[in-house]
Each structure stands twice: as structure tokens, then as C-alpha cells.
């Protein structure tokens, strides 16, 4: 089955500088990947998704970027604000009807006003 | 569009009792899977549901773990009997189908003591 590794698990910034967390995956056949943000006392909420047919996509400040040939993929903030703290998880799976999503173990972020 | 539903928030039992969690997807939403989440750690699979039928429950501890999905709508989850490691959040999940992140419920959070 599908491994997920994510790095940093927590990562402090000061508020405006960038954030980067990497995730690697297992499974080739992978195609799907997205990132969650979990707020204390709630389920993750999906904050950007990213298919094997781009290398990058983009929501104002937030980005994805997928290498399949080295099977990883990382998001990146820019302009980090106090309200982007939060748990972030990566997943990745083939096909969300036919396997299910295997997730990351998160990273803890930081943002220090 | 209202979210996915889930009751109750927290739980406590003591061990070797049984409990039974809820959960109401997104209207529509063929696809329903339930997740552990131990404290600091990112989701696991449990069960995915294709509207009333089982894709994929092979991680989920039968011995004692039970899942159904009537009409393919609302699903519960039962625990018989619980151990102490059960502690953990069990957060459901739908979604549309292929291709599509899921939207989560916030979870309910079982304490086992």
C-alpha cells in the first residue's frame, strides 16, 4: 500500500516569512495529492490539491508543487500570518473512489507575531 | 451546502465498554470513509463505504470494530469492547467521488479510561 512521509513536524516562522513542508510518497501509481490544515478541535479542511498531470499549482498565498519522478511533493505559504498556525497534513492516493486517502503525520506550524 | 455531521463531540467510557458513533455526510456524496486519529498523529483509514457497500475495510480491527451504512446516507461506527488504546478521534469523511478531497466532519473524540 501507499506510504506517506512528511518532514518538518513542526516548523516555526516569524509572520511574513515562507514556509515550505516536503511529503514523499511510496506508490507510483499515486496521482492525487492533498494538503489539509487542521485546526485545534476540528476536522482537517482541504486548502489545496494538486493532480500528477501539473508540477505546480497556486491560491493567492498558498502553493503545491509535485515531483513524480522523485515521488514528492511540497506546499509552500508565503506571507505567513498568525491565523495560518495549525496542524498541516499532506496525503496521496490513486484514485479517492476506488482507495482511500493515506495521510501524512502532519506538521505543526508556528507562526510567532 | 451543509457539512458532515457528527455526534457526539466527546466521549468518555471505561475500557471493555461499548460505544457508537454517527455520522450524516454531504448530501450526495457517494463515497464515506471513517478515520482514527491518535494525538499527534496524522489520519487513518478504518472503512471507506461506495454508497452502501464496503470498498476497502482491511484496516479496520474487526474483533472488535463495526461499521454500517444504511441506504447508503448516514453511518455508524461501533466499538465493542473498547481498549485503552482506542483513545483517539474518529473523524468521517465523504466525498463525491473520484478525483475530489473529502470534506471531514470535527470529529468525536473518545477517551477510554
Known amino acids: 500500500g501507499e506510504n506517506v512521509e512528511q518532514h518538518p513536524s513542526t516548523l516555526s516562522v516569524q509572520e511574513g516569512d515562507s514556509a515550505v513542508i516536503k511529503c514523499t510518497y511510496s506508490?507510483?501509481?499515486?496521482?492525487?495529492f492533498p494538503w489539509y490544515k487542521q485546526e485545534l478541535g476540528k476536522g482537517p479542511q482541504l486548502i489545496i490539491d494538486?493532480?500528477?498531470?501539473?508540477g505546480e499549482k497556486k491560491d493567492q498565498r498558498i502553493a503545491v508543487t509535485l515531483n513524480k519522478t522523485a515521488k514528492h511533493f511540497s506546499l509552500h505559504i508565503t506571507e505567513t500570518q498568525p491565523e495560518d498556525s495549525a496542524v498541516y497534513f499532506c496525503?496521496?492516493?490513486?484514485?479517492?473512489?476506488?482507495?482511500?486517502?493515506?495521510f501524512g503525520s502532519g506538521t505543526r506550524l508556528q507562526v510567532q507575531p | 451546502e451543509a457539512g458532515v455531521a457528527q455526534s457526539p463531540r466527546y466521549k468518555i467510557i471505561e475500557k471493555r465498554q461499548s460505544v457508537a458513533f454517527w455520522c450524516n455526510p454531504i448530501?450526495?456524496?457517494?463515497?464515506l470513509y471513517w478515520y482514527q486519529q491518535i494525538l499527534g498523529q496524522g489520519p487513518k483509514l478504518l472503512i471507506q463505504?461506495?454508497?452502501?457497500?464496503?470498498?476497502?475495510d482491511s484496516q479496520l480491527p474487526k474483533d472488535r470494530f463495526s461499521a454500517e451504512r444504511l441506504k447508503g446516507v448516514d453511518s455508524t461506527l461501533k466499538i465493542q469492547p473498547a481498549k485503552l488504546e482506542d483513545s483517539a478521534v474518529y473523524l468521517c469523511?465523504?466525498?463525491?467521488?473520484?478525483?475530489?478531497?473529502?470534506?471531514f466532519g470535527s470529529g468525536t473524540r473518545l477517551t477510554v479510561v
Open positions: 496525503a496521496a492516493t490513486m484514485d479517492t473512489g476506488r482507495r482511500a486517502l493515506t
Open positions: 463505504f461506495q454508497n452502501n457497500g464496503v470498498v476497502d
Open positions: 494538486i493532480r500528477s498531470n501539473v
Open positions: 448530501s450526495g456524496h457517494a463515497t
Open positions: 469523511a465523504s466525498s463525491p467521488g473520484h478525483w475530489y478531497g473529502y470534506t
Open positions: 506508490d507510483s501509481a499515486s496521482n492525487y
